[in-house]
């Protein structure tokens, strides 16, 4: 996409037609001359000889079409309308903008204890710390593997699970606690994930302001010798699912069809067979509640951390205890994770054509 001062792209598009015409059609790129060099060379391209092409550029500010090609005719867009979310972010918020996910406490402390609240504000920050690198980029996979974000949709292949540690942001936000001085919290521990509304009209699953292991609980499931149940492991490993496994190993050469049931609240259960011989399967389910899923996991990293919390770590999250939206004062806060630039998250996106984190930047 061509950067271009003070216009926004309403529609690019190459695909297949689906519909008929609204209006006369321009066959033909109209525009300046140097955006219509530009994008005939890309049509041109025999990578997309059995495309066709819509476009239209209208200008942000007065409303003048800039460059059209096909403009009234119907298309199905498909994954190029995450430009308009990536763009929208991109433009309103800034390459540079990080994610900044604080920790506050509400109460006083004596002798290391905190008598009150521990919160935590969700920013949207897909990661968390998930896919961060040591050279500040973010990480993903692209073919000929597949991202993990693919795992849950059926197509097939080989998928991986980002490398990094899916409770690292936690994990950094609960060592700030400890270092403050806190050791015991005898309040409770509550996730403010009121930046908005969680949405779930998207086809593709509940939308958030937190994030944890991108909501995710990713299964890796081994074969074993025909006839044996497949070996799991799972992570992130919380007091909110335990996993269990029913999957088959058949004989190599046998179909791999491998899935995640919820029989009760809670509990997963990893169902199907998987030939053996062949290599380990990744398939993922989506959390109920992430607020929640959050709480639990900030909970134990409280813990691990050498912080004590009085409150059950297990059940919804508590976001009656939440103070006043806009209330938070800085002296109270005990740490923050600092994500990646925006720019990353719009580059992760992109290049694996993620459907979450797209209707993330839309929320």
């Not at 433009?91 to 996910?101: D, E, K």
């Not at 074969?223 to 269990?244: E, F, L």
Request: proline share 7%.
């Amino acid at each position: 996409m061509m950067a271009m001062s003070s216009a926004a792209v309403t529609l690019v598009a190459a695909a297949g037609c689906s519909g008929a015409l609204a209006g006369p059609a321009n066959t033909s790129i109209t525009g300046p001359s140097n955006l219509t060099h530009a994008l005939s060379a890309i049509e041109n391209s025999p990578l997309y000889r059995h495309s066709d092409w819509g476009i239209s550029v209208v200008d942000e500010k007065g409303g003048q079409t800039v460059v059209a090609q096909n403009d009234q005719k119907m298309f199905d867009p498909g994954s190029t309308m995450k430009i308009y979310s990536i763009s929208t972010a991109l433009r309103l918020y800034g390459p540079n903008y990080r994610f900044r996910t604080p920790v506050y406490r509400e109460g006083t402390v004596a002798g290391g204890t905190l008598k009150g609240n521990l919160v935590l504000v969700a920013s949207g920050d897909m990661s968390l710390g998930l896919r961060e690198q040591r050279n500040g980029t973010l990480y993903y996979e692209s073919l000929p593997k597949l991202d993990q974000s693919y795992a849950d949709t059926g197509v097939p292949g080989h998928f991986v699970e980002p490398p990094g540690n899916p409770l690292a942001g936690l994990d950094q936000l609960a060592a700030r606690v400890r270092a403050s001085g806190i050791t015991r919290v005898s309040g409770n521990v509550v996730i403010d994930d009121r930046l908005f509304t969680p949405y779930n009209g998207f086809p593709d699953g509940l939308i958030a302001p937190i994030w944890v292991n991108e909501n995710l609980i990713d299964v890796i499931v081994t074969p074993r010798a025909a006839g044996q149940t497949a070996s799991i492991k799972w992570r992130p490993v919380t007091a909110s699912y335990t996993v269990t496994s029913q999957v088959r190993t058949v004989a190599a050469g046998k179909a791999t069809s491998v899935a995640i049931t919820e029989p009760r609240p809670g509990h997963l259960a990893v169902t199907g067979q998987i030939a053996a011989g062949t290599a380990p399967t990744l398939v993922v389910r989506e959390v109920d509640n992430p607020a929640a899923f959050a709480r639990t996991a900030f909970i134990q990293a409280l813990q691990k951390a050498g912080v004590t919390v009085t409150a059950t770590a297990t059940g919804p999250n508590p976001a009656a205890l939440l103070p006043p939206k806009g209330s938070y004062q800085k002296p109270d806060m005990l740490g923050e994770h600092v994500s990646a630039p925006l720019s990353q998250f719009a580059n992760l996106i992109l290049k694996t054509s993620y459907n979450r984190g797209a209707d993330l930047m839309t929320c």
